[in-house]
């Protein structure tokens, strides 16, 4: 049975889900972008801000007044202009108040309003405030009609859209914002350099990149710092409006006596905590991510002290800051997304050229308005004037007039064709005002506003005559922000530098000579200085071990541990454990299994590349630079057939030419080297082919030297046999008897 339709209950609406949350997220978007996270590219200002000014401006905190509390001003605000939490009306107060945040304040606080360190603000009962000559400049106009107003929330209130000043805001002080699909991070700039960009761009509208770039250098940061990138990056950041900006601090060699030495770092990147920055050296040397760093003291008072000492003199600075410039925030990046509100209120990003272009285009709107404004206000003082000179000429019958008349308004608007606001003004004159004297006054004063309003009438209808006023007026307040004033001089240099560098082992490591002692049972330990190789023997092991491999190595060495399994490990020298005890388990620093032996350990400096066989004769050779994985599972280079193991792990000569293998059973074979493949891993081939037995061990030589190896026993003798054409065969044969005198273990020399 079907039902009859109802009509929704009055004051609910019908419509789909999806539109009516898409419009209200829409308008939140909308609304978001444009009066909370996007500056205006006219004043730079985001609402917060210019409400915060014009509040403290409505209070009378100019630079000469007293403080007052930013309790009275956060509640002046968020109580007429701004109806939104209190705590994030003060942060962005103190923000506007914090000389390492913004390049030129525009809040001048007193008390705490935080610190480079990172450290909070005093709540907002205990710090007070004032305007700086910066917000002065910036709101100057303000009482000339320069720009509209409009009711404040509540309707209660007047309110400027935008400040009018000719300080250039927006890319002096920059700006940074998220909205709803879109950003803005702008860095902070030179006002000299921007105000003389502005005065070229009056004379030269159509002026291209290049042309502003010839005056604005680059990024000025309140904290200083360096921008190492190129010019060319630089200029293609700014002629796209989007990029980043390469920042690192600023640091000099302090050196001492003795020829010690230590670095100071001075200026800090922009928006790097000073605290966090040293709690991040100080882990990089407690992890020993930076060796070559023994510690970091802050030293700071008013200005930025960090010391970094190194861990010896010998220690190369430029390595040293190289090595923070990668792994400390000593270098950060800026992203430049120059995204703001044109004059139309709508969002769009600009380049460095069409944000200076806009804000000069807006100080011509304002020239004209203040112009115009003027003029209203020069007519109504010419209308009172000429009222008070026909009062002044003809005294007598208006003093009759005012004593008999019931209506002497009307009457001498009648008599003297006087505006009503002409005799409104001559009935409101104090008697002191009629004096002889008054009349000569008027007229010299009407004399000089009649030579200003012709002035102005010529300003308003010369193009030209509005550029040398804005030129003139821009040349005087770049006086005030000169290169040559405190506020005003260039604290960011720009010095191009190339990208940091990956610091090589040796580098970030004290060179000292060790002598590495692996034990049979897998114990490692690294002693001091190059000892007497056959010293180990002596040393004391765990019951049942003994030394297995020793060699002589320097702590900036890497060190290659092979596993009967074909797995290559690389331990660092400087991070194996001290001389004193019987060392630690190497396997507790690389997983290797219990069940698998080692074939070898050998020292990966100076060596290019390996021979490495299985017990089954097959093997290659092997680039040293493919075996290296400095992590705990290591790296699979040979993978041996079933039931084989790596036993041979023996560096090649770069003169050898010829390979020398031998078996268990005693068979003896020469082939040339380049029958054997260079791989970085596999099986390889067949060097040894046996119908009984395995490989015992494998070398490479130079033919033309021959072979050589110890005849043993105590005598120390070395056997060497120069010829050795008749075990020279291809690769792959299955040899046979060896040189008289070689060693019955079947192993070669070294």
């Not at 205006?40 to 630079?63: I, N, Q, T, Y």
């Not at 400027?160 to 709803?180: H, R």
């Not at 821009?474 to 720009?494: D, V, W």
């Amino acid at each position: 049975m079907a039902t009859d339709f109802q009509e929704p209950p009055i004051g609910v609406l019908d419509a789909p889900f999806d539109s009516a949350l898409s419009e209200r997220y829409l308008v939140y978007a909308l609304s978001t972008i444009t009066a909370r996270s996007l500056p205006d590219v006219r004043d730079g200002l985001k609402p917060v801000h210019r409400r915060l000014l014009w509040a403290m401006r409505l209070l009378r905190l100019d630079p000469a007044a007293g403080y007052k509390k930013c309790a009275r001003v956060v509640g002046d605000v968020i109580g007429k202009y701004h109806p939104h939490g209190d705590q994030s009306v003060y942060d962005a107060m103190v923000r506007l108040a914090q000389d390492f945040a913004l390049r030129y304040p525009l809040v001048d606080g007193q008390g705490n309003f935080g610190n480079i360190d990172g450290d909070n603000a005093a709540a907002y009962r205990y710090t007070e405030a004032r305007l700086t000559q910066v917000a002065i400049d910036l709101m100057d106009g303000l009482d000339e009609d320069a720009v509209a107003y409009r009711p404040t929330y509540n309707g209660e209130e007047q309110e400027p859209e935008l400040f009018p000043g000719l300080f250039p805001n927006l890319l002096a002080n920059g700006a940074a914002g998220i909205a709803v699909g879109m950003a803005t991070n702008i860095p902070p700039h030179n006002a000299a350099e921007l105000l003389d960009a502005a005065i070229m761009l009056v004379d030269h509208p159509d002026a291209t990149d290049a042309m502003v770039l010839d005056h604005v250098k680059g990024p000025d940061f309140p904290t200083g710092g360096l921008v190492v990138d190129p010019q060319a990056v630089i200029a293609e950041s700014y002629a796209t409006g989007r990029g980043s900006f390469r920042i690192r601090a600023r640091w000099e060699i302090e050196r001492e006596k003795g020829g010690g030495w230590q670095a100071v770092v001075t200026e800090i990147p922009y928006g790097v905590q000073k605290g966090k920055l040293i709690e991040q050296i100080a882990a990089l040397i407690n992890e020993r991510k930076l060796p070559i760093l023994a510690d970091v003291r802050d030293e700071s008072d008013a200005v930025v002290r960090i010391v970094l000492e190194p861990r010896s003199r010998t220690v190369d600075p430029q390595v040293l800051m190289d090595g923070l410039f990668r792994f400390s925030d000593l270098e950060t990046r800026f992203g430049l997304n120059l995204n703001v509100l044109d004059h139309d209120r709508t969002p769009r990003v600009m380049s460095l050229r069409e944000a200076l272009k806009a804000w000069v285009d807006h100080q011509f709107v304002v020239l004209r308005r203040r112009t115009e404004h003027r003029l209203a206000k020069i007519a109504d003082r010419i209308e009172l004037l000429d009222g008070y000179l026909v009062a002044y000429l003809n005294l007598d019958r208006v003093i009759e007039i005012i004593r008999t008349e019931d209506e002497p308004k009307q009457v001498m608007m009648a008599e003297f064709g006087l505006t009503d606001r002409q005799a409104e003004a001559i009935l409101n004159m104090r008697l002191r005002s009629l004096r002889r004297l008054e009349e000569f006054e008027i007229r010299g004063e009407r004399g000089k506003l009649d030579k200003e309003q012709a002035e102005l009438t010529t300003l308003l209808g010369s193009e030209a005559r509005q550029r040398t006023r804005l030129k003139r007026d821009l040349g005087r307040i770049r006086e005030r922000y000169g290169p040559e004033t405190a506020l005003g001089k260039r604290r960011t240099a720009i010095e191009e530098a190339g990208p940091t560098r990956d610091i090589p082992l040796e580098a970030m490591i004290e060179r000292e000579p060790i002598t590495v002692i692996l034990s049979q049972r897998g114990w490692i330990r690294a002693m001091k200085g190059h000892g007497d190789l056959a010293s180990a023997e002596t040393l004391k092991f765990k019951e049942g071990d003994g030394p297995a491999f020793a060699f002589h190595a320097q702590t900036t060495d890497k060190l290659l541990l092979a596993a009967e399994n074909g797995r290559f490990y690389t331990l660092a020298a400087d991070k194996l454990p001290g001389g004193r005890g019987f060392g630690e388990p190497v396997r507790a620093m690389i997983d290797l299994d219990g069940s698998v032996g080692v074939a070898a350990f050998l020292n990966a400096r100076a060596q290019e590349r390996l021979l490495i066989a299985a017990s089954d004769g097959r093997g290659f050779i092997v680039p040293v630079a493919d075996t290296i994985a400095e992590t705990r599972k290591g790296k699979t280079v040979m993978t041996p057939r079933a039931g084989a193991k790596l036993i041979v792990v023996r560096p090649v000569a770069a003169d050898a030419d010829y390979v020398a293998a031998v078996g268990d059973n005693r068979k003896f074979l020469v082939f040339p080297i380049k029958e054997l493949p260079v791989m970085s891993r596999g099986q390889g081939v067949q060097i040894q082919r046996f119908r009984e037995g395995s490989l015992s061990d494998a070398t490479t030589f130079v033919f033309a030297q021959g072979l050589s190896w110890p005849m043993g026993g105590e005598t120390g003798r070395i056997r060497t046999e120069a010829d050795l054409s008749l075990w020279r065969t291809a690769r792959g044969a299955a040899g046979r008897t060896p040189p008289t005198g070689f060693p019955r273990d079947n192993r070669f020399w070294g």
